[in-house]
């Protein structure tokens, strides 16, 4: 799309240059995330001491996980009064926090259930992330369903921490499949949208804040698809 003498459309909506270059980012900031998260937990579940001073401190674990909320929380604030590499540097280190916690996993699933559910964790993501960057219907009415079916997710998770349902676990995981795949078109398209910043300070800045947004939505897909398909270990 050829850019006019104002930067916005219809309905004060900023003109989308195609630029596969910004969606390339994108991605490859959010892969590097995913890599670093990987090697972080097969790191941590392969040394017993790393283990051991994670799983067996409530104070270190609980504390990971207030701190993981805490970049996320405070990535946009940061990201928008640092640089773009800053922003990414960042983020990378979030991812491998978030690789601390997420060794876990290893100690309640086996391997192959986690590596066949993160392979198709990662087919159904790639499909649906394409088709909200291919795709010219408006998602908005998905995003804001998928926000509301999250909000859900997030109280009925809080009960379930207290109540200890098992056949609540389970609703809750499949409501939160739907929900991450709603949220995947939307926010890819939503991404999308800002390519028309071309290869500015500013549009680097927002793909490190997309790629964060589409780890997001990618772990958390991964970690509803575990909970429902993941077999766990017998020891």
Known sequence: MNYQSSPFGRAGQPLVRE????????????????????????AVAAIPAFTNAIFGNRFIFYGLLILELAMVWLFRPIANRVSATMATLFFLAYAAVNGLTMAVIFLVYTKSSIASTFFGSAAMFGVVSGYGLVT??????????????????????????????????????????????????YDTQRIKELQYLGDTEEGKKGAVNGALILYLDFINLFLMLLRLFGNRRSD
């Not at 969606?23 to 972080?40: E, R």
């Not at 009415?141 to 926000?147: F, I, K």
């Not at 079916?149 to 676990?169: C, Q």
């Open 19 to 42: 630029d596969s270059s910004f969606m390339s980012k994108v991605y490859g900031i959010m892969g590097g995330g995913l890599a670093i998260t990987a090697i972080t937990s097969l």
């Open 136 to 185: 010219k219907k408006d998602l908005t009415g998905v995003g804001s369903l998928a926000t509301m079916g999250l909000i859900g997710v997030l109280v009925a998770s809080l009960i379930n921490f207290f109540v200890g349902s098992s056949t609540l676990g389970y609703i809750i995981s499949i409501v939160g499949v739907a929900v991450f795949v709603g949220l995947t078109a």
